[in-house]
């Protein structure tokens, strides 16, 4: 009896152990992805500037700048617009929480400039911006806590 009992015992602390390890491998980077979505989300949701239009949508989570472990968020909008930079830049500042939130610059090329290394992500636009009107607005964000502590392979 005391057997069995410590059978049924040690197969439950495997399950157990066995459960904790997948949760902590898989749902880290699903959570890591939702945070930096959310990011995106925060900027596309904003009140847009007068003869303004959202063109394209992006964000990423991983180690997208620079060397170490880390973990980044990035989140940005493709905006297409008649106005200049420093208006864009001047409805933008209304809404900024920090330094890195809220950045507008203006889109000359079809890559994303500031991300580094991108995991397979594409970080190509669509759109032609041979034009000269188009801008993006983009935001370093942060990770959803204890999540962002996980184990997620991108942030090496």
């Known amino acids: 009896m005391k057997k069995s ?4 015992v040690f197969i439950v602390i495997c399950i157990g152990l066995i459960a904790l390890f997948v ?8 959570m890591n992805d ?4 959310q990011d995106m989300n925060r900027i596309k949701n904003l009140p847009l ?6 063109s394209e949508t992006f964000y990423l989570a991983g180690n997208l700048n620079g060397n170490g472990n880390k ?5 940005a909008v493709l905006l297409h617009s008649d106005l200049s ?8 500042s209304a809404y900024r929480k920090g330094k890195y939130d809220l950045l507008v610059q203006k889109q000359e090329s079809q890559n994303l400039e500031e991300i580094e290394r991108n995991f397979g ?3 190509t636009i669509d759109a032609d911006v041979s034009d000269g009107k188009y801008y993006l607005v983009y935001t370093w964000g942060d990770g959803i806590a204890p999540f962002c502590w996980g184990i997620d392979i991108r942030a090496n």
Do not use: C
């Open 5 to 8: 009992r410590s059978i049924v």
């Open 23 to 30: 949760v902590n491998i898989f749902i880290p980077p699903l």
């Open 34 to 37: 939702f945070a930096a979505k």
């Open 49 to 54: 500037p007068e003869q303004t239009e959202i």
């Open 71 to 75: 973990m980044q968020y990035y989140g």
């Open 85 to 92: 930079i420093e208006d864009i830049e001047e409805h933008y």
């Open 121 to 123: 992500f594409d970080d």
